[in-house]
């Protein structure tokens, strides 16, 4: 997951590292399923990371890396707007979404690692699609809101 938030091997294994090495210190008190928490965990540090960049550095850089075809990700202008618009959503919407579709948690295990019941996780990724989708794609809301 950190890899599909940052972009970049050596940042998204920094993240994985230190994603281990806080479960390895909470072992002892984990119950059941740890992936949900591990997931979480990583979401969190990754998001973290990507808030120390300066938003118009990142894209900067990244605009200029296209331009001249030195990037080998050719999604790094996509992924910048999309970050964008998961800061933009609630704080349990950005969770569920970037945990059920970013992470591949199921509805399930993303309802144990937040704590909240499944009827949430449904209803919060509804509306945080909707509202990504609105963010990402305004012809989307122009569109609907014409009928």
Known sequence: MAYRLLGTRGPAEEVAQETLTRAFARWERMTGDATGWCVKVALNLAMDQLRSFDRQQR????????????????????????????????????????????????????????????????????????????????QHTTRSSNV
């Open 59 to 138: 894209r900067q850089h990244q605009l200029i890396a296209l331009n001249d075809g030195t990037t080998a990700d050719p999604y790094a202008a996509e992924r910048v707007d999309l970050y964008a618009a998961l800061r933009r959503l609630p704080r349990r919407q950005r969770e569920i979404v970037a945990l059920r579709y970013i992470g591949d948690l199921s509805e399930q295990q993303t309802a144990v690692a937040l704590g909240v019941s499944l009827g949430n996780v449904k209803s919060q990724s509804s509306r945080g699609l909707a509202t990504l989708r609105g963010y990402l794609d305004p």
